[in-house]
């Protein structure tokens, strides 16, 4: 039972540039989170997301930042005109359906470098 | 504001010490508390903890909740160059679907 994948583990872009992370989550699970990591700080939740619906954005910024979970396919986070700030480790965690242990499992990350 | 804070932020240690990482909490409505072990890569889960007292054990790790008190700790005994990683403490509301997470503890393990 493969984990949770994301990919690509390392991206680079100029600002400006759009970047696109994806993340399968594990087997069975239907919820998916992605979370933030700058350095020497802890994980920030971004979104929360079931197939096809958006539950929880609270943590996105406002703008140029969006994330889809289609019916077929990875969850996608997609950064527009990245600035140097973006530059951060993106993680992509999965949950199984709501009744069970209620963690959650981790991607590897993708680590994002805007120059 | 929900906050999750860790302590220490770093601790250097030598092979055999026990350690305790301390994790207090401001979260409202409580449900779970969760710690993970990030090394260069995923963080991987090791407890999860919801009931006050009841110690969980896994190995030379322990956990314990106090819900009172609003903490948890995490005790490695014996430690090993191993154990060297960045020790995450994190939160589960019982309401919305977000989980906090402290900055983490970053533990060595010197031979």
């Known amino acids: 039972n493969a984990g949770v994948m994301q990919n690509p583990r390392h991206l680079v872009r100029r600002r400006g540039q759009e970047a696109r992370l994806r993340c399968s989550p594990m087997k069975g699970h239907s919820h998916v989170y992605w979370y933030r990591q700058l350095p020497e700080e802890g994980l920030k939740f971004m979104v929360y997301?079931?197939?096809?619906?958006?539950?929880?954005e609270s943590g996105m910024p406002k703008e140029r930042f969006s994330a889809e979970f289609p019916k077929e396919g990875p969850s996608i986070l997609r950064i527009q005109q990245v600035v140097r700030g973006d530059s951060a480790a993106y993680f992509c965690?999965?949950?199984?359906?709501?009744?069970?242990?209620?963690?959650?499992?981790f991607g590897e990350g993708s680590r994002l470098t805007v120059l | 504001e929900d906050k999750v804070v860790q302590s220490p932020l770093s601790l250097v240690v030598h092979e055999g010490d026990t350690v305790t990482l301390n994790c207090s909490y401001e979260?409202?409505?409580?449900?779970?508390l969760l710690w993970y072990k990030q090394e260069k890569k995923a963080p991987t889960f090791l407890f999860m903890l919801?009931?006050?007292?009841i110690e969980k054990k896994s190995g030379r790790l322990s956990s314990i909740l106090d819900k009172k008190e609003l903490f948890s700790i995490l005790n490695i005994t014996a430690t090993q160059t191993g154990d060297s990683a960045v020790y995450l403490c994190?939160?589960?509301?019982?309401?919305?679907?977000?989980?906090?997470f402290g900055t983490g503890t970053s533990l060595t393990v010197i031979p």
């Open positions: 919801t009931s006050s007292g």
């Open positions: 979260v409202t409505n409580f449900r779970s």
């Open positions: 997301l079931q197939k096809e619906n958006i539950i929880d």
């Open positions: 994190a939160v589960r509301p019982n309401t919305g679907n977000q989980f906090y």
């Open positions: 965690a999965s949950s199984p359906p709501s009744g069970n242990t209620g963690e959650l499992f």
